[in-house]
């Protein structure tokens, strides 16, 4: 599948790869310098493959307050909040962002490999409501500008002064003449913010955007620094720190649970599930060899976890991870060791986020 993006990215000389079947940038000049540019300036992300799921109608709240484990009908208008999906074991099916733009009416965002399996478990989910759900993800383009000058360079283009929009907050917003809903969250661990616009405007939008950047030293980023950049962070990425098999306090999410809310999807199976075995930690290397993505941890000679995500990380100059371990080796400062190709590691687990902004 090709976003609304696709002839842009080609322009551009991306090179692409597969991504939830999605034909999608992995980058555009070296992923090194597009990390650093959202580190230090701008990137500018198409992140239209991610799914746009509508819930209006009276018991809009009500309906995602069971669907979720979150209390969606605690955010008000124009606020977000983070959020999982879970099945009824409790295992998660998709993180999401869920913000209230009115009353009755909700935009859950869903990752794009989940996209239309969250937007069929909403419609099953709502069923017994008085709520509509309504899969948008076709018609909708999703563009984001992360980093230190992303604030001035969107506040350039649109008619709203974006410094005062609130983290975790959207409005509806006009960038030269098109119709946007500007949101600021974000998944690099810098400022951000995402544009949610018609997919037939959206080459129109990345240019105005492109433009504005330019002196700001914007550039146009790829999947490859997207995901250096939220590992820095300590964000979950669905299918490697989150899957079906785990629940939210595997993860060190529970705090996204609700147990106040009387009923909800999985409520039953997350009460028990509260004291994990495993859990997810922060590690970080002393060489240049970096822990990757199914690589082994391991206690002395004993193999007890598995590493998640790694990389060596651009910011900080040495290796860094995240890793499922057993819940008594989860203590920063604990020593293990991860085997790359062959060749034990060294570790120590570490409190994340691994970058903090200044």
Same mark, same amino acid.
């Given at each position: 599948?090709?976003?609304?993006?696709?002839?842009?990215? &080609?322009?551009?000389?991306?090179? =692409?790869?597969?991504?939830?079947?999605?034909?999608?940038?992995?980058?555009y000049?070296?992923?090194?310098?597009?990390?650093?540019?959202? +580190? #230090?300036?701008a990137?500018? =992300?198409?992140?239209?493959?991610?799914g746009?799921?509508?819930?209006?109608?009276?018991?809009?709240?009500?309906?995602?307050?069971?669907?979720?484990?979150g209390?969606? @009908?605690?955010?008000?208008?124009?606020?977000a909040?983070?959020?999982?999906?879970? *099945?009824?074991?409790?295992?998660?099916l998709?993180?999401?962002?869920?913000?209230?733009?009115a009353?009755?009416?909700?935009?859950v965002?869903?990752?794009?490999?989940?996209?239309?399996?969250?937007a069929? #478990?909403?419609?099953? +989910? *709502?069923? &017994?409501?008085e709520?509509?759900v309504?899969?948008? @993800?076709?018609?909708?383009?999703?563009?984001?500008?992360?980093?230190?000058?992303?604030a001035?360079?969107?506040?350039?283009?649109?008619?709203?002064?974006?410094? $005062?929009?609130?983290?975790?907050?959207?409005?509806?917003?006009?960038v030269r003449?098109?119709?946007?809903?500007?949101?600021?969250?974000?998944?690099?661990?810098?400022d951000?913010?995402?544009?949610?616009?018609?997919a037939?405007?959206?080459?129109?939008?990345?240019?105005?955007?492109?433009?504005?950047?330019?002196?700001?030293?914007?550039?146009p980023?790829?999947?490859?620094?997207?995901?250096?950049?939220?590992? /820095?962070?300590?964000?979950?990425?669905?299918? $490697?720190?989150?899957?079906?098999?785990?629940?939210?306090?595997?993860?060190?999410?529970? +705090?996204?649970?609700?147990?106040? &809310?009387?009923? =909800?999807?999985?409520?039953?199976?997350? /009460?028990?599930?509260? /004291?994990?075995?495993?859990?997810?930690?922060g590690?970080?290397?002393?060489g240049r060899?970096?822990?990757?993505?199914?690589?082994?941890?391991?206690?002395?000679?004993?193999?007890?976890?598995?590493?998640?995500?790694?990389?060596?990380?651009?910011?900080?100059?040495?290796?860094?991870?995240l890793?499922?371990?057993?819940?008594e080796?989860?203590?920063?400062?604990t020593?293990?060791?991860?085997?790359?190709?062959?060749?034990?590691e060294?570790?120590?687990?570490?409190?994340?986020?691994f970058?903090?902004?200044?």
């Amino acid at each position: 599948m090709h976003t609304a993006l696709y002839g842009v990215h &080609k322009g551009l000389n991306a090179l =692409f790869t597969d991504f939830a079947g999605w034909e999608m940038p992995v980058r555009y000049s070296s992923e090194l310098a597009e990390h650093r540019a959202v +580190r #230090e300036a701008a990137g500018l =992300f198409d992140l239209s493959h991610m799914g746009e799921i509508h819930v209006t109608g009276p018991q809009a709240a009500d309906a995602l307050d069971y669907a979720l484990v979150g209390t969606m @009908s605690a955010i008000k208008p124009g606020r977000a909040r983070y959020t999982m999906i879970c *099945a009824e074991d409790g295992g998660v099916l998709d993180d999401l962002v869920v913000y209230r733009l009115a009353d009755e009416e909700f935009l859950v965002v869903a990752n794009a490999g989940n996209a239309a399996r969250v937007a069929s #478990e909403l419609v099953a +989910r *709502a069923a &017994k409501f008085e709520a509509t759900v309504d899969d948008r @993800s076709a018609g909708t383009a999703l563009i984001a500008v992360q980093g230190p000058k992303s604030a001035a360079i969107v506040g350039e283009v649109s008619d709203v002064d974006s410094t $005062n929009l609130k983290y975790y907050a959207s409005m509806p917003a006009n960038v030269r003449g098109h119709d946007v809903l500007l949101a600021r969250t974000g998944y690099t661990g810098e400022d951000g913010f995402e544009l949610y616009v018609p997919a037939a405007e959206a080459t129109e939008v990345w240019q105005v955007l492109t433009a504005a950047g330019e002196p700001h030293g914007l550039l146009p980023a790829g999947l490859a620094c997207r995901d250096t950049l939220r590992l /820095e962070a300590g964000m979950p990425l669905y299918g $490697n720190e989150l899957s079906r098999d785990r629940s939210p306090f595997d993860a060190g999410l529970g +705090r996204v649970v609700k147990f106040e &809310k009387p009923d =909800f999807v999985g409520r039953a199976a997350l /009460e028990g599930r509260r /004291e994990p075995t495993h859990v997810l930690v922060g590690l970080r290397g002393s060489g240049r060899r970096a822990p990757r993505h199914g690589y082994k941890v391991v206690d002395g000679s004993r193999e007890v976890g598995e590493v998640t995500s790694g990389a060596l990380s651009p910011t900080l100059g040495y290796p860094i991870a995240l890793a499922y371990v057993p819940t008594e080796l989860s203590e920063p400062g604990t020593a293990l060791s991860v085997d790359v190709r062959g060749r034990a590691e060294p570790v120590e687990v570490v409190p994340t986020p691994f970058y903090r902004r200044s």
